[in-house]
């Protein structure tokens, strides 16, 4: 077995299991591609459609074959997906694709009205979110949901090139997420060592990890046990580990794609993201159990589907959060049911500071989810230097829309 091969088994290793197909796998795909997707189960069809787009500059063009190449990509990230979700009990069910009759991704393809480069990392998102809504307007049919994930190939000049690929936005903007083409973005170099192979994990890890803020996920980082045995968290530090490593998604992320747009069953009728429910959180009570265990007991009047308890060092800002550690059992009290727990053992979240040297400042998200997709986070922060079997004050308490 060389190298190559064992590298591949390793990347597919929490992805996909390595037998013959459950599916058929569109013949126009490589055969690279093919041999990538053996394994791929049958998923259940979508009510709602990822919308797909590539936007490129007046005086540009895309990536070559783009349109086969993306197609296999994200045929791989969607089995991805797929099977987190079925390992951990809410069936075979992905982000729905829309897909042409020959089997390659229905891509919309959008000509933009400047030049390539005034779409630039900082700032173009915006100018690229006009003009497609311009043309949402114009075909209604094209919008199949409220998720878009965006394209762009890379800048060609004298910084950026196909080896080297920048210059475009690569980030997620609410619903919205955006990454980059270059003409070796290609499935067949997954899990080599190779030039192309690295760089195909950092940016097809960068899709996934983007689209999953598209369809509604934070941050998060599993406890040691769950890292050992499945990988690196996708919406942790996966970006960089995909298809080198094991890579996997949380059952907390999970929990949240359950009630995501385009994860929605074919036949279900839900409007999704409409609620107006005032949520509210009180009697929040920190304290530590046995000297070994964090518990965190709080009342809510929310109806929701599930919820996620999320820990944290200080800053709280856009992408100081990659460290934070979930936890998706918070259990709901059968005497009370406004009043929730949730247990937290330090070994669990020994790679925090505020852990190693019982100072600084902590923060506990607790992120509600409604059946309708909704959601509702709310923040506590405390000192870790404070916190006692009889309790710990707390700081600030934020609420904010989502997560």
Known sequence: ???????SITALAAMLPLSSSAVD???????????????????????????????????FQPARDHERRLSELFTYVQQFYGQAMQRYGF?????????????????ITIKGKLPHK???????HGKVQAELAEYFAAH??????GHTFILMPTWLDDKFSDENPGGVPYYGVGKTAFAMD??????????????????????????????????????????????????????????YTFGMKPTYLTKASCKIL??????APKGCKTVFYTSQQDVKVTDQELTLENGDTLVFKFHTNAKFKCVNAYIQDAPFAVNEDYEKVVFDKVERDAADPTLYTVRMPLKDIASLKGVQQRAGVGGIDLVFVEEEGSRHSY????????ITPQGTPLRDIIHFKGC
């Open 258 to 263: 359950d009630t995501s747009e385009t994860f």
């Open 182 to 239: 270059y003409g070796d973005f290609d499935l067949q170099y997954l899990g080599d060592d190779t030039p192309k192979g690295r760089l195909l994990t950092k940016y097809l890890g960068g899709l996934a990890h983007e689209l999953g803020h598209a369809l509604n996920l934070p941050h998060n980082n599993g406890t040691p046990d769950q890292n050992k045995a499945m990988g690196t968290p996708l919406m942790n530090a996966g970006n």
């Open 118 to 124: 005034d779409y630039p990392y900082n700032g173009g």
């Open 140 to 145: 209604p049919e094209k919008h199949r949901s």
């Open 379 to 386: 923040r506590v922060q405390f000192d870790w230097s404070a």
């Open 25 to 59: 796998i569109p013949q126009n795909f490589s055969e690279g591609a093919k041999a990538k997707l053996a394994g791929s189960i049958e998923l259940a069809p979508s009510e709602h459609q990822l919308n797909i787009v590539y936007f490129y500059g007046c005086d």
């Open 91 to 107: 069936g075979a069910r992905s982000f729905g694709l829309p897909i042409l009759p020959n089997g390659n991704v229905d891509i």
């Open 1 to 7: 077995m060389n190298t190559k091969t064992i590298l």
